[in-house]
T-cell receptor
Framework: GAVVSQHPSRVICKSGTSVKIECRSL??????MFWYRQFPKKSLMLMAT?????????EQGVEKDKFLINHASLTLSTLTVTSAHPEDSSFYIC????????????FGPGTRLLVL | QKEVEQNSGPLSVPEGAIASLNCTYS??????FFWYRQYSGKSPELIMS????GDKEDGRFTAQLNKASQYVSLLIRDSQPSDSATYLC?????????FGQGTRLTINP
């Protein structure tokens, strides 16, 4: 149990385009989903927390207009990188957590984004 | 002071030996502690969670928690080459995980 999927696993795009990444909890209802970014040889950096049906909470320094997050259902959250630039190239990982009292976060396999 | 601190390593351990990974945290109110394993190019994978002082064992893995000392550790017995990875300690003080920088572990055959 506790499986989280991400799609796509890898994407290459041109500078200025937008990219959407999907995160799905396959066998549980995720009331909260988290989006992380990880640069090579660095630890995970939390970008934002999203709760189903409400606006995402962004960490300090993360541009909410650039990284659009939607958590429309209990099993799906999306991250859209708008007007992507080469410096947005990174490994984006989502995680999901169940309902009240559930502490554990389960991670998706990640999406590697390369902006040319 | 960083919220969660780990020795970045690399830590080299011979195959079959015990690998010991350590983590300290700054927020005394933290209640939940996690160890994740991350292979190169992959996302983190949960190994263990621990909430109470003392030891928690799962197969070859033992997590140890000492809230008074603000210290959590992970022991890996009978280390295998497949255990070579980066191990991330994570603490949950504010409804979101705070990660350490990770310890890179290499098991030498």
């Amino acid at each position: 149990g506790a499986v989280v999927s991400q799609h796509p696993s890898r994407v290459i795009c041109k500078s200025g385009t937008s990219v959407k990444i999907e995160c799905r909890s396959l066998d549980f209802q995720a009331t909260t989903m988290f989006w992380y970014r990880q640069f090579p040889k660095k630890s995970l950096m939390l970008m934002a927390t999203s709760n189903e049906g409400s606006k995402a909470t962004y960490e300090q320094g993360v541009e909410k207009d650039k990284f659009l997050i939607n958590h429309a259902s209990l099993t799906l959250s999306t991250l859209t990188v708008t007007s992507a630039h080469p410096e947005d190239s990174s490994f984006y990982i989502c995680s999901a957590r169940g309902g009240a009292g559930q502490e554990t976060q389960y991670f998706g396999p990640g999406t590697r984004l390369l902006v040319l | 002071q960083k919220e969660v601190e780990q020795n970045s390593g690399p830590l080299s351990v011979p195959e079959g030996a015990i690998a010991s990974l350590n983590c300290t945290y700054s927020d005394r109110g933290s209640q939940s502690f996690f160890w994740y394993r991350q292979y190169s190019g992959k996302s983190p994978e949960l190994i263990m969670s621990i909430y109470s002082n003392g030891d928690k064992e799962d197969g070859r893995f033992t997590a140890q928690l000492n809230k008074a000392s603000q210290y959590v550790s992970l022991l890996i017995r009978d280390s295998q080459p497949s255990d070579s990875a980066t191990y991330l300690c994570a603490v949950n003080p504010f409804e979101k995980l705070v990660f350490g920088q990770g310890t890179r572990l290499t098991i030498n055959p």
